[in-house]
């Protein structure tokens, strides 16, 4: 990232910029109020190849050249996309067969974006011509900082079950199994007569007569396989901008994105980049705001990453839109910069006035200057200005670590299974919510990921592992750290078949417990716990090995089953929850578990975002106040948003935001 903000000289800000919907004095009135609002990086292009490549083979970048020498005369750099998010009208009609097929076999129609199948050569072949295009003609421009690869990969087309894709899921097949006796292995293929005896037969889990229970293991396959399609795809794209051009580049990730393993990904791009919304039907969506930030910054090894795109206020793509409240946006962003974005972009720069987008906010909103936007707008961006040497600092190094297995998400929300509320990214959610509100930043952790520089590990509904991690995570434990594992783990094994003598299967030995059936519960029913609380979703009916039973099932269908238990392993030891805790049970826990790790948590009322980034010479405090009420916090240094020196207490405003460049830093 560094290799941006040092050009930039400091933090990014600005957004995508559709030059193409507006007039050329538009764009003159747009460099000024660019200025304005301390824009420094604008996203061009993302929308524009039936504009670049009008007729087959003929292209014209006018429109590009003019705009990328209109922001570098006016000091903006421009992160340049490929193009390659959407085909236009003509390459439908001349690859029909390029069109994105739903698991019914009904093909998609043009009209939308992102019109295209991943696997179809015919597409692969005319992106990888307009990448060279681009980076022959841009490769070395001056107003370029960075390649915007396609548009978040798989949006809106990331499982096709076209002919195409089932002949490239069957090579896809081919090379993780060898042979189709490994396949059919895999694949229990011996349940319902499914055998194969030739590959031909081997297809994508289309629609299929007992609807929605076609094969487990052919639908986790095919999750795998089309999220490796995509990243060869952007791969292939990425290889062509990278063979002309030495400027970084980067694709817009998409949060907790469930098609895209971008565990796998993030070694792929130079730069991690995320784009991030607002989802109003969470109660507290700045929880969320702030857990898709841990996952990019985990993603990025800890190093600084790019908030690509988030609105200023209302989306139009929720079936109710809310506007964000006064100071919201700000919050917003400092959250991302906070947790270790080197920049804070947003959809988009010029509110459309035509389009599907009409209605969605944008730097410079449908009322123009004379609105609270635009000053918002315009005080972020002297914000950022006064960061500017935050820019390459990093996070400090978490000791909390959320295991977050996509291969195992997949799974274990696969259907037939007993209940559907055993949803890890649901869970993952409420444990994160729980330690948000103690400031106690987190990473998300795959298992194959460096575990050691972790205390605590929680695992919610970690269903399928594989025999390797298992033991990483046994060792992880036996050499001293603390792991909480929730019901519906370690189930299954990577071809999700089930570890048998006991559930939680490959977590048994550590848990100390064996469960000998689940036991969840209806919609709206909660059982009783001996300790007082209550749960819901999940109960187990269980014994104990080894574990010390601190919570058992007082009614429900496993009453007198242990629900929460601790097992010491070696030096460290593993928790484990059984069900679904109430709010203040769950919160108990979490100040438990974390006392007894001896990890520090915040005191401060529920609502108050802290966060620490650090460079070697400085240390940067960040307290963002999501309450109503004004907050205190022990600090000492210079605030650098307001300009105010705090020796000892800083007092940050209902809603508002502080960041102190403390004296001395803390190391
Ligand atoms: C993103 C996309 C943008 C814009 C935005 C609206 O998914 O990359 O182009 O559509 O959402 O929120």
Redesign the pocket.
């Known amino acids: 990232m560094d290799r941006v903000t040092g050009r930039l000289g400091g933090l990014a800000y600005g957004g995508?910029y559709n030059p193409e919907q507006w007039s050329p004095e538009v764009w003159l009135e747009d460099m000024s109020l660019m200025g304005q609002a301390s824009v420094n990086l604008v996203t061009v292009g993302?929308f524009a190849w039936s504009l670049v490549e009008p007729h087959p083979g003929e292209y014209d970048f006018t429109l590009i050249d003019q705009v990328l020498e209109l922001a570098h005369r006016n000091g903006i750099h421009v992160d340049l996309a490929t193009g390659t998010a959407s085909p236009p009208p003509w390459f439908t009609r001349m690859h029909p067969d390029a069109m994105l097929v739903d698991s019914e076999g009904t093909p998609r129609s043009h009209g939308a974006r992102q019109a295209y199948c991943p696997s179809s050569p015919a597409f692969r072949e005319a992106a990888a011509r307009l990448c060279s295009h681009m980076v022959d003609r841009y490769g070395d421009h001056p107003s370029v900082v960075l390649w915007h690869v396609s548009?978040?990969y798989g949006?809106h087309n990331y499982h096709c079950y076209c002919d195409v894709s089932a002949q490239s899921f069957r090579t896809w097949l081919q090379h993780r199994y060898g042979s189709l006796a490994e396949l059919n292995r895999a694949w229990g293929t011996a349940v319902w007569s499914q055998h194969y005896a030739d590959w031909a037969d081997v297809m994508p889990p289309r629609s299929v007569s007992y609807k929605s229970f076609a094969n487990p293991t052919q639908q986790l396959d095919w999750w795998r396989f089309s999220s490796d399609e995509l990243l060869t795809l952007f791969q292939a794209e990425a290889a062509i901008i990278r063979a002309g051009s030495s400027y970084p580049v980067t694709t817009?990730f998409?949060s907790f994105f469930k098609p895209v393993n971008y565990q796998k990904w993030a070694s792929s791009v130079d730069i991690v980049s995320n784009?991030d919304?607002l989802l109003y039907t969470d109660p507290h969506p700045e929880q969320r705001t702030a857990m898709a930030a841990d996952l990019m910054r985990s993603l990025a090894a800890g190093k600084p990453w790019l908030l690509m795109?988030h609105?200023t206020s209302a989306?139009?793509?929720q079936p109710r839109n809310l506007a964000k409240a006064p100071g919201e946006m700000r919050r917003n962003s400092l959250q991302h910069i906070a947790r270790g974005a080197d920049g804070a972009l947003f959809?988009?720069w010029r509110a459309s006035t035509f389009g599907a987008?009409k209605f969605?906010s944008a730097m410079l909103p449908h009322a123009g200057t004379d609105s609270s936007i635009w000053r918002e707008v315009c005080r972020l961006g002297a914000d950022l200005r006064h960061l500017s040497h935050v820019a390459g600092s990093a996070v400090e190094q978490p000791r909390v670590g959320i295991i977050l297995d996509w291969e195992s998400w997949w799974a274990a929300e696969l259907d037939s299974h007993p209940s559907i509320d055993a949803t890890p990214i649901s869970q993952i959610r409420r444990w994160y919510g729980a330690l948000w509100e103690r400031s106690v930043v987190v990473d998300f952790v795959a298992p194959t990921g460096d575990l050691s520089k972790y205390d605590l590990l929680i695992a919610p509904s970690w269903y399928l592992v594989s025999d390797d991690d298992a033991g990483r995570i046994s060792d992880f434990v036996t050499s001293g750290a603390t792991l909480v594992l929730t019901y519906f783990s370690g189930v299954v094994d990577e071809n999700d078949h089930v570890r048998t003598g006991g559930y939680p299967g490959a977590f048994r030995e550590v848990t100390g417990l064996v469960i000998e059936e689940f036991a969840p519960l209806l919609a709206h029913q909660s059982v009783r716990l001996t300790d007082g609380g209550t749960g819901s979703v999940w109960t187990d009916r269980a014994r104990v090995t080894t574990a010390e039973v601190l919570a058992r099932y007082a009614d429900g269908p496993a009453e007198g089953s242990p629900a929460i238990t601790f097992n010491t392993v070696g030096e460290g030891a593993c928790w484990y929850v059984g069900t679904e805790l109430d709010d203040s049970g769950l919160t108990r826990l979490v100040e438990t578990v974390l006392t007894r790790a001896g990890i520090p948590m915040s005191t401060h009322a529920a609502g108050v975002e802290i966060v620490r980034r650090a460079s070697p010479e400085n240390s940067y405090l960040f307290v963002l106040n999501h309450t109503a009420g004004e907050v205190l916090v022990e600090a000492r240094g210079h605030e650098l948003l307001d300009d105010r020196s705090v020796q000892g207490t800083l007092r940050v405003a209902p809603g508002g935001c502080a960041v102190v460049l403390e004296e001395p830093p803390r190391q």
């Open positions: 995508d993302v548009n978040e949006d817009n998409m784009d919304y795109e609105s989306v139009n793509w959809f988009q987008e969605h």
